[in-house]
């Protein structure tokens, strides 16, 4: 492969040709660091032309090739296998704001921009980029888009896909294809944006997008709700809905043990309520017209849901400070349970309207198979997405829980699957779920998706094992 490497080096300079276990650890391990591959190369393209060289180089050399972002994905999908026979084709070089149209409200941004920096540009235009998540800080557009990544604003404005316009593509043959078409119409046959969105690399590289803008907000306020059950929570939802509208852009569930893992491991944050409650929501209203009409909305809104003892008590953030204290509780969720020791973590929806019964019968049932397991149950609960986490008894040991990870999984996907839902909402499949997935697609919906595979890259060299 020396001849390989060498083309590489000339084609985006041998500065961006790592081979060195030290250089490249970073690009192979995941996110979490409980599992590192290896690689044949860590490759660092800067444009589009180059990314193009290197997939023909791949494919004239039969090298296998894991596009990456930011790495911070959590199913193993952006990290090579243990082989080190694929390079790793890290676009993080490549983070250009390519253009600004404020009339068309879009901006057109290469993959390896940061999601934050995206946010960033786009408030400076006096715009809103919505899409928001834990890891913005360093996930990138191309990961987002190749994930179809949610976040807390799906609600109001949908996941990734929601937001894109338009692609820029390199195929697993090594040709660009140029979609970044800011149309928010366009019916000339098969949408390819759509086929190339959540396919997690394995049918191409995404090397740009052209994202959707909005306007920035007049007013955004932020309020936490106590009740005591899911099932009051989406009583409160639909309440929401029917007061706020479209301006109803955030609806976030939190149980009873989340806080209490905030409260035990960022004691610096401060809580809300004197007393504790089993069911939490974050809400938060983005209003086009004013602060008063936006609060006269959310004072309507907790008075009567109030008045009708679906929650028990509630704050309204007054000020940005206040505002942003809410939301680091839920901010801080992930953090605290990750110092809280290990934990199974899933990423599942189920239609909101069945979310209260999942709960209670998932809960029940892993109580009964592992007793005083548990539940950190959080997550966007106006979308339907919950990550349904589960942390060992408080005096069993992390290692010996983690061993009873598959049969787990089992008994909560399969709770999924009977309430309708998806054992992935937003993370993808990656490695992880490559197999588990085939357990409850129809083989029908497997035959056409392997079908799109072999036809769009039929030497399997786009990340291989994962997805499929």
């Given at each position: 492969m ?9 084609v ?16 192979v ?5 409980r599992l ?7 490759v660092?393209?800067?444009?589009t ?6 997939v023909r180089?791949?494919n004239t050399?039969?090298?296998p ?6 790495n911070t ?5 952006s990290?090579?296998d ?8 890290s ?22 921009c940061?999601l934050a920096?995206v ?7 006096n715009r809103l980029?919505?899409l ?18 949610g976040?807390?604003?799906?609600l ?14 390199v ?7 140029n ?10 046959g ?18 740009a997008?052209v994202?959707?803008?909005f306007p920035?907000?007049k007013a955004?306020?932020t ?5 005591q059950?899911?099932?009051a ?17 955030g609806?976030?569930?939190?149980s009873?043990?989340?806080l209490e893992?905030v ?8 809580m ?6 089993p069911?939490?929501v974050?809400?938060?209203l983005?209003d ?8 006269a ?5 907790i ?11 509630a704050?309204v953030a007054?000020?940005?400070a ?7 509780l839920?901010?801080?969720i992930?953090?605290a349970q990750?110092?809280?020791?290990l ?5 599942i ?5 069945r ?6 019968q998932t809960d ?16 966007h ?8 986490n ?7 040991s ?6 009873n ?7 909560v ?14 993370h993808g499949l990656?490695?992880q779920?490559?197999e588990?997935?085939?357990q409850?697609k129809?083989?029908?919906e497997?035959?056409l998706m ?5 036809a ?5 060299l786009m990340?291989p094992?994962?997805?499929l």
């Amino acid at each position: 492969m020396s001849e390989f490497l060498q083309q590489c080096r000339t084609v985006v300079g041998g500065q961006n040709v790592l081979t060195g276990e030290a250089d490249m650890a970073g690009y192979v391990t995941e996110w979490r660091r409980r599992l590192a591959g290896r690689a044949l190369a860590v490759v660092r393209p800067g444009s589009t032309e180059e990314v193009a060289s290197i997939v023909r180089l791949c494919n004239t050399h039969r090298v296998p090739v894991v596009p990456q972002g930011g790495n911070t994905g959590l199913v193993l999908g952006s990290v090579p296998d243990d082989s080190g026979t694929a390079i790793v084709l890290s676009l993080n070089r490549m983070n250009k704001v390519r253009a600004v149209d404020q009339i068309n409200n879009t901006i057109t941004v290469e993959a390896g921009c940061i999601l934050a920096q995206v946010q960033a540009v786009a408030t400076e235009c006096n715009r809103l980029f919505p899409l928001s998540l834990a890891a913005e800080g360093s996930c990138t557009i191309g990961g987002n888009l190749s994930t179809n990544a949610g976040g807390t604003a799906v609600l109001r404005y949908g996941n990734t896909r929601d937001l894109c316009l338009g692609l820029e593509v390199v195929t697993p043959q090594g040709e660009i294809w140029n979609g970044l078409r800011g149309l928010r119409k366009d019916n000339t046959g098969y949408d390819l944006r759509d086929l190339y969105i959540g396919a997690e690399g394995t049918l191409g590289v995404i090397t740009a997008a052209v994202m959707k803008l909005f306007p920035q907000p007049k007013a955004r306020l932020t309020a936490l709700a106590a009740m005591q059950t899911p099932a009051a929570a989406l009583t409160l939802l639909s309440m929401a809905q029917s007061t706020c509208g479209a301006a109803l852009t955030g609806f976030e569930l939190m149980s009873r043990f989340c806080l209490e893992l905030v409260a035990r491991h960022f004691p610096q944050l401060p809580m809300p309520f004197a007393d504790p409650y089993p069911q939490y929501v974050l809400l938060e209203l983005s209003d086009s017209e004013s602060e008063e009409h936006a609060m006269a909305m959310f004072e309507g809104l907790i008075t009567r849901a109030l008045e009708e003892d679906v929650i028990q008590d509630a704050v309204v953030a007054s000020s940005l400070a206040q505002s942003k204290s809410l939301w680091n509780l839920r901010e801080h969720i992930p953090m605290a349970q990750m110092e809280e020791g290990l934990n199974i973590k899933h990423d599942i929806s189920v239609p909101i309207s069945r979310i209260g019964d999942f709960i209670e019968q998932t809960d029940r049932l892993l109580q009964k198979h592992y007793p005083g397991s548990r539940p950190v149950n959080f997550g966007h609960l106006g979308d339907g997405n919950l990550h349904y986490n589960l942390s060992p008894a408080v005096a069993a040991s992390d290692r010996d829980f983690l061993e009873n990870v598959h049969a787990v999984n089992q008994l909560v996907h399969d709770s999924v699957h009977k309430f309708g839902g998806s054992i992935s909402a937003e993370h993808g499949l990656g490695a992880q779920k490559r197999e588990e997935i085939r357990q409850y697609k129809s083989p029908v919906e497997m035959k056409l998706m392997e079908s799109i595979k072999q036809a769009l890259d039929p030497l399997n060299l786009m990340n291989p094992g994962k997805v499929l």
